[in-house]
């Protein structure tokens, strides 16, 4: 089945540096690709997606990478904030897209 | 529209009891997930259902049971608790899977479980 590495774990920056999060997966029939943010005690929530069709997306300070090849996907955040600050997860579509895989998260700190 | 909600909020109980946990969403979205999140481990899938009626496990179904009888509820049940189910449960919906992939998931507030 289809499996999804996430790093780094955690991630601290300055405030208007950039910070890089990376995933890969195993499955080669994956085609969706969302990644989410999850501030302390709330719910996650999706901040872009990419899908297997395209290599490159952008919504404003965010940008999501995908190498099909290398089956490695990664997010880009610009000119971060601190309420850039919570947890990141990356995840990729199993069975069809029926379902997905989640990496296990990196948290990401910005001090200002 | 509420979108996805989750009852309960909260939830302590002794090993052995068994309780259910109710997902709704008013979406109308087809397909409906199950998951787990421990610290460190990020969000994990236990059950999902792609239509009224159906069922499938996914990648840590043991200890769980779910049903969906209506499209808009999703209930996950633990028939006998143990302290290792102590987590937050998150309930997620979606249209499904269209002509270019998969549709966004929506999540519901968590509920958290404890388990002693």
């Known amino acids: 089945g289809e499996n999804v590495e996430q790093h780094p774990s955690t991630l601290s920056v300055q405030e208007g540096d950039s910070a890089v999060i990376k995933c890969t997966y195993s499955?080669?029939?994956?085609?969706?690709f969302p990644w989410y943010k999850q501030e302390l005690g709330k719910r996650p929530q999706l901040i872009i997606d990419?899908?297997?069709?395209?290599g490159e997306k952008k919504d404003q300070r965010i940008a999501v990478t995908l190498n099909k090849t290398a089956k490695h996907f990664s997010l880009h955040i610009t000119e971060t904030q601190p309420e850039d600050s919570a947890v990141y997860f990356c995840a990729a579509s199993m069975e069809a897209g029926t379902a997905l895989i989640f990496g296990k998260g990196t948290t990401l700190s910005v001090s200002s | 529209n509420a979108g996805v909600t989750q009852t309960p909020k909260f939830r302590v109980l002794k090993t052995g009891q068994s309780m259910t946990l109710l997902c709704a969403q008013d979406?109308?979205?087809?397909?409906m997930y199950w998951y787990r999140q421990d610290p460190g481990m990020g969000l994990r899938l236990i059950h999902y259902?792609?239509?009224?009626?159906?069922?499938a496990k996914g990648e840590v179904p043991d200890g769980y049971n779910v049903s969906r009888l209506k499209k808009q509820n999703f209930l996950l049940g633990l028939e006998s608790a143990a302290p290792s189910q102590t987590s937050v449960y998150f309930c997620?919906?979606?249209?499904?899977?269209?002509?270019?992939?998969?549709?966004?998931?929506?999540f519901g507030p968590g509920t958290r479980l404890t388990v002693t």
């Open positions: 990419i899908r297997s069709n395209v």
């Open positions: 979406m109308n979205h087809e397909y």
């Open positions: 997620a919906s979606s249209y499904g899977v269209g002509a270019s992939g998969a549709y966004e998931q929506y």
């Open positions: 499955d080669s029939a994956s085609n969706y």
């Open positions: 259902s792609v239509g009224e009626g159906t069922t």
